[in-house]
């Protein structure tokens, strides 16, 4: 079996065990509707994934939470640029909206989240969340129950390194006390998490959306439950 070493498993957050709730797009235009400004979620959700695709984050800011305020204050910036009006008080905007992406209620755990890390625990499993994301997914993680189901949390703003680099992983397998090939990572980006855990010597497992018969030098999965079928 291919992944019989395993011990631990670490998991991305947002898109593999988290997901906006409702939508990006509609969480933008809520918080929008207060400031008196009524953009259509759609243009709003679109005006995020191209802000979302282009905007990078600034190395020069070493102190990883404020680079994360930042980075993400940009992709605001970004997303309404070309909607108008535009808001009169951004600064006070931003700051609902990085607030309010702090809240267990704006994001719905996957389908078999909570269950599936659940057995992995009963079963000796160490478990994990390895992200891409600063202090405030330590609040969702609470707010949304999960925090007994977690061994650890691995957040790239307070580790000071991002995915896919090699630093990262190494503070995580030091932390685990475990062998690159005893770990086993599940994310939905080719580049963060797979590239990125198989450079470390991890194991790899990407979700996606359908099912991807294209030959692979990695293993996808559509529901989280089908880790434990894999293991």
Same mark, same amino acid.
Request: glycine share 6%; with cysteine.
């Given at each position: 079996?291919?992944?019989?070493?395993?011990?631990?498993?670490?998991?991305?957050?947002?898109?593999?065990?988290?997901?906006?709730?409702?939508?990006?797009?509609?969480? =933008?235009?809520?918080?929008? $509707?207060?400031?008196?400004?009524?953009?259509?979620?759609?243009?709003?959700?679109?005006?995020?994934?191209?802000?979302?695709?282009?905007?990078?984050?600034?190395?020069?800011?070493?102190?990883?939470?404020?680079?994360?305020?930042? =980075?993400?204050?940009?992709?605001?910036?970004?997303?309404?640029?070309?909607?108008?009006?535009?808001?009169?008080?951004?600064?006070?905007?931003?700051?609902?909206?990085?607030?309010?992406?702090?809240?267990?209620?704006?994001?719905?755990?996957?389908?078999?989240?909570?269950?599936?890390?659940?057995?992995?625990?009963?079963?000796?499993?160490?478990?994990?969340?390895?992200?891409?994301?600063?202090?405030?997914?330590? $609040? !969702? !993680?609470?707010?949304?129950?999960?925090?007994?189901?977690?061994?650890?949390?691995?957040?790239?703003?307070?580790?000071?390194?991002?995915?896919?680099?090699?630093?990262?992983?190494?503070?995580?397998?030091?932390?685990?006390?475990?062998?690159?090939?005893?770990?086993?990572?599940?994310?939905?980006?080719?580049?963060?998490?797979? $590239?990125?855990?198989?450079?470390?010597?991890?194991?790899?497992?990407?979700? !996606?959306?359908?099912?991807?018969?294209?030959?692979?030098? =990695?293993?996808?999965?559509?529901?989280?439950?089908? !880790?434990?079928?894999?293991?």
């Amino acid at each position: 079996m291919p992944f019989s070493e395993i011990k631990a498993v670490t998991f991305d957050a947002a898109h593999t065990i988290y997901h906006p709730h409702p939508s990006v797009g509609a969480i =933008y235009r809520e918080v929008m $509707q207060r400031h008196g400004l009524d953009y259509p979620a759609e243009s709003l959700e679109a005006g995020f994934r191209r802000a979302f695709r282009c905007v990078s984050k600034d190395s020069a800011i070493l102190d990883g939470e404020k680079r994360e305020w930042s =980075y993400w204050r940009s992709v605001v910036t970004e997303s309404i640029s070309q909607l108008s009006p535009p808001p009169s008080d951004f600064d006070a905007l931003f700051d609902e909206l990085w607030n309010e992406f702090a809240h267990g209620h704006r994001w719905r755990p996957a389908g078999a989240a909570r269950d599936t890390l659940s057995s992995l625990k009963s079963q000796g499993y160490q478990t994990a969340l390895l992200t891409n994301w600063d202090k405030r997914v330590r $609040q !969702v !993680v609470a707010e949304t129950g999960f925090s007994e189901l977690f061994d650890h949390l691995f957040i790239s703003s307070e580790i000071g390194h991002e995915k896919p680099a090699p630093a990262i992983f190494a503070h995580c397998q030091a932390q685990l006390q475990l062998a690159p090939e005893q770990i086993l990572h599940v994310g939905d980006s080719l580049q963060h998490d797979i $590239q990125g855990a198989q450079a470390a010597g991890w194991h790899a497992i990407r979700i !996606v959306e359908e099912e991807n018969h294209e030959e692979n030098d =990695y293993r996808s999965i559509t529901q989280l439950s089908q !880790v434990l079928d894999l293991l």
